[in-house]
């Protein structure tokens, strides 16, 4: 069997972004939804509404008074805000999946999850690209591939894991060379899986190669330039760098920001990833 039919068997056993996740995803997408249809969907899973009052009374959101409802939630932080709260959480839950093997770090990945879903915000507003929440959401999911290849192939996965280590290859060229494809493949077969909008879709297949896609280049642009400054700024699991310098340097261009801008854009992150320190550990 192929390694790709390989993972697309397993990807059948793994869990489908959970019901209330999709539920509330469709209530924001749809411009005729209320905050009290939000709220109703929201308490209907004990355990998400009491994370998600964990993480909105967190230092992240950094509010004085104490919200004790879902209710006062999103009226204080607002639907789009609400709507990266609950799916962090249902992405975060996957790495957390049980895993006796210890070879791979998967809060690593995850604390780079983050920090790529930050940098990519803190792009968007750079460059006043109304793309903030997209960016961030996309952010977050960039390297999900990642995730599966660890979760599907065990003996590959560590094949790769050593050559990005002995050989100094980055970790989607060291895929490539032992699986045929890479994480970007992968993230797109999971997006579709679960029926996530097809910006989602084409960030998570072309976030390496921004010039691959037309339809959804700001937001994979944004993602792409996130991605490489969260390695920059050692956030988590580095990949290794494969982009040529003077193509990251075009790709500024893209959005009309000017590299000269970086150790601004560089400053937010840092800034922002202190400020979520408590969202990270609140998502173990």
């Given at each position: 069997?192929?390694?790709?039919?390989?993972?697309?068997?397993?990807?059948?056993?793994?869990?489908?972004?959970?019901?209330?996740?999709?539920?509330?995803?469709?209530?924001?997408n749809?411009?005729?939804?209320?905050?009290?249809?939000?709220?109703?969907?929201?308490?209907?899973?004990q355990?998400?509404?009491?994370?998600?009052?964990?993480?909105?009374?967190?230092?992240?959101?950094?509010?004085?008074?104490?919200?004790?409802?879902?209710?006062?939630?999103?009226?204080?932080?607002?639907?789009?805000?609400?709507?990266?709260?609950?799916?962090?959480?249902?992405?975060?839950?996957l790495?957390?999946?049980?895993?006796?093997?210890?070879?791979?770090?998967?809060?690593?990945?995850?604390?780079?999850?983050?920090?790529?879903?930050?940098?990519?915000?803190?792009?968007?507003?750079?460059?006043?690209?109304?793309?903030?929440?997209?960016?961030?959401?996309?952010?977050?999911?960039?390297?999900?591939?990642?995730?599966?290849?660890?979760l599907?192939?065990?003996?590959?996965?560590?094949?790769?894991?050593?050559?990005?280590?002995?050989?100094?290859?980055?970790?989607?060229?060291?895929?490539?060379?032992?699986?045929?494809?890479?994480?970007?493949?992968?993230g797109?077969?999971?997006?579709?899986?679960?029926?996530?909008?097809?910006?989602?879709?084409?960030?998570?297949?072309?976030?390496?190669?921004?010039v691959?896609?037309?339809?959804?280049?700001?937001?994979?642009?944004?993602?792409?330039?996130?991605?490489?400054?969260?390695?920059?700024?050692?956030?988590?699991?580095?990949?290794?760098?494969?982009?040529?310098?003077?193509?990251?340097?075009?790709?500024w261009?893209?959005?009309?920001?000017?590299?000269?801008?970086?150790?601004?854009?560089?400053?937010?992150?840092?800034?922002?990833?202190?400020?979520?320190?408590?969202?990270?550990?609140?998502?173990?």
């Amino acid at each position: 069997m192929r390694f790709l039919d390989l993972i697309e068997e397993r990807m059948r056993e793994l869990p489908t972004l959970p019901l209330i996740a999709q539920r509330v995803v469709n209530l924001l997408n749809n411009p005729g939804s209320s905050a009290a249809e939000l709220e109703q969907v929201i308490k209907q899973d004990q355990a998400l509404t009491a994370r998600v009052l964990k993480l909105v009374n967190s230092a992240y959101y950094g509010f004085p008074r104490r919200i004790t409802t879902v209710g006062q939630g999103i009226v204080i932080i607002g639907l789009k805000a609400l709507r990266e709260l609950v799916l962090s959480i249902s992405i975060a839950d996957l790495f957390r999946m049980k895993d006796d093997r210890k070879v791979f770090d998967r809060s690593a990945l995850w604390q780079h999850a983050v920090g790529t879903a930050v940098g990519a915000k803190t792009l968007a507003q750079s460059a006043g690209l109304p793309l903030e929440e997209d960016a961030y959401i996309a952010g977050l999911l960039h390297d999900i591939g990642v995730l599966l290849l660890d979760l599907c192939l065990t003996t590959e996965f560590e094949e790769l894991l050593k050559l990005t280590t002995e050989e100094h290859l980055p970790l989607i060229r060291a895929e490539e060379k032992v699986l045929g494809f890479n994480h970007t493949l992968v993230g797109k077969l999971l997006a579709e899986k679960w029926n996530l909008p097809p910006l989602f879709t084409e960030v998570l297949r072309h976030h390496h190669r921004p010039v691959q896609t037309r339809n959804y280049w700001a937001a994979t642009a944004l993602v792409f330039l996130a991605d490489n400054l969260a390695q920059e700024a050692g956030i988590g699991y580095l990949e290794g760098y494969d982009a040529d310098p003077d193509f990251k340097t075009e790709v500024w261009t893209w959005i009309e920001l000017s590299p000269d801008q970086k150790t601004s854009v560089l400053q937010k992150m840092r800034r922002e990833m202190l400020r979520a320190v408590d969202f990270l550990k609140a998502i173990p």
